[in-house]
């Protein structure tokens, strides 16, 4: 088992985002993002599952070469929506 907090391996990106693979399945997940926010019960709960049961705490680095740092987790996932950039890892 990995350690609470922490963001899922390769293997476990694929599988996490099997359903998502298709833009639209990614894009509805984003709106209900900017609908509801980090703090509705399943987005915090897809969020909680990407990184294995703990949302991370402060800053987040990125593999993204332009914007590597983000605040916090919440900032990194609207980043990623607005930019279809959906399958970006921390």
């Known amino acids: 088992a990995q350690e609470p907090g922490t963001p899922?391996?390769?293997?476990?990106?694929?599988?996490?985002?099997?359903?998502?693979?298709?833009?639209?399945?990614?894009?509805?997940?984003?709106?209900?993002?900017?609908l509801y926010g980090c703090e509705n019960p399943l987005v915090r709960k897809l969020d909680e599952y990407e990184n294995h049961g703990l949302i991370p705490e402060g800053p987040i680095?990125?593999?993204?070469?332009?914007?590597?740092?983000?605040?916090?987790?919440?900032?990194?996932?609207?980043?990623?929506?607005?930019r279809k950039k959906y399958f970006i890892k921390v």
């Open 8 to 34: 899922l391996s390769d293997q476990e990106y694929r599988q996490f985002f099997r359903s998502l693979r298709i833009a639209r399945r990614a894009s509805t997940t984003c709106l209900l993002r900017e």
């Open 61 to 82: 680095c990125s593999e993204l070469p332009k914007s590597p740092f983000f605040p916090d987790f919440c900032n990194f996932s609207f980043y990623r929506c607005i």
